[in-house]
């Protein structure tokens, strides 16, 4: 069976795309070949390597990169995971089709808060979510 080719999109790729693209290989390399990506790129986020740490999905070997980088994929869907990327995605070719599946920013919604457990529960929530969404896939792109 061939694996769909789906690209998580966001603004820099540092956080949900990432939780995304790990989540999808965590829990179905079976039947998709997850990619991600930014439309800036703003270097991993710390804090996101450690909720998914906490929830046994490695991304300490992923790195932050742009569309560009990605190189000639033939992609099925670009999932993109943020408001920002949604209205900036880049046009793609070929039979990609855009999904916009948002998630809060952590990044933004803690910036006031002093590294902790405050900061890491939001990051939690939102990589709990992202989990939740990767779970109904493929079945749950079929809604747009």
Same mark, same amino acid.
């Given at each position: 069976?061939?694996?769909?080719?789906?690209?998580?999109?966001?603004?820099?790729?540092?956080?949900?795309?990432?939780?995304?693209?790990?989540?999808?290989?965590?829990?179905?390399?079976?039947?998709?070949?997850?990619?991600?990506?930014?439309?800036?790129?703003?270097?991993?986020?710390?804090?996101?390597?450690? #909720?998914?740490?906490?929830?046994?999905?490695?991304? +300490?070997? *992923?790195?932050?990169?742009?569309? /560009?980088? =990605?190189?000639?994929?033939?992609?099925?869907?670009?999932?993109?995971?943020?408001?920002?990327?949604?209205?900036?995605?880049?046009?793609?070719?070929?039979?990609?089709?855009?999904?916009? #599946?948002?998630?809060?920013?952590?990044?933004?919604? +803690?910036? *006031?808060?002093?590294?902790?457990? /405050?900061? =890491?529960?939001?990051?939690?929530?939102?990589?709990?979510?992202?989990?939740?969404?990767?779970?109904?896939?493929?079945?749950?792109?079929?809604?747009?």
């Amino acid at each position: 069976m061939l694996k769909l080719k789906i690209l998580f999109l966001c603004t820099g790729n540092s956080c949900r795309s990432q939780m995304a693209e790990g989540w999808a290989r965590h829990l179905k390399a079976d039947v998709i070949e997850a990619y991600s990506a930014g439309i800036e790129k703003h270097g991993m986020n710390p804090h996101a390597i450690k #909720v998914m740490a906490e929830a046994g999905v490695d991304i +300490t070997g *992923h790195h932050s990169k742009t569309v /560009a980088e =990605l190189g000639p994929v033939k992609l099925d869907y670009v999932v993109t995971v943020c408001g920002h990327a949604n209205e900036h995605c880049p046009l793609f070719s070929g039979q990609a089709k855009v999904v916009h #599946v948002g998630f809060d920013d952590p990044p933004k919604l +803690t910036k *006031h808060l002093p590294d902790g457990e /405050a900061k =890491l529960a939001i990051y939690r929530q939102v990589r709990d979510q992202i989990r939740a969404f990767i779970e109904t896939l493929p079945e749950g792109l079929n809604r747009g």
